[in-house]
């Protein structure tokens, strides 16, 4: 199981719309778009999991991709320097 990232997402971006659109390259397990606590808008990137090769197949599919206007960052998920879990 690969966990990607999803960057550079519309604020107008939905979970069902993310799904449907990564559903293309295979079975996404888990979705988890980062949301604004007030507004409930999305606050441009987001999470998915999914089998190793289907996550490639993704990667290389929408990286870049226009997606409502902006170009998609797609990537595996990297821990950031300095930071710990809580």
């Known amino acids: 199981m690969k966990k990607l990232f999803i960057g550079n997402l519309p604020a107008s971006t939905s979970e069902p719309e993310l799904e449907a659109l990564f ?8 979705l988890k778009l980062i949301t604004d606590v007030f507004s409930g808008q999305c ?23 226009d997606f409502n206007g ?10 950031k320097a300095g930071r710990r879990g809580r």
């Open 23 to 30: 559903s293309e390259f295979g079975k996404v397990r888990s």
């Open 43 to 65: 606050k441009g990137f987001g999470f998915i999991e999914m089998e190793g090769h289907e996550a490639r197949a993704a990667i290389s599919g929408l990286d870049g991709k």
């Open 70 to 79: 902006k170009p998609l960052r797609v990537g595996f998920e990297t821990a």
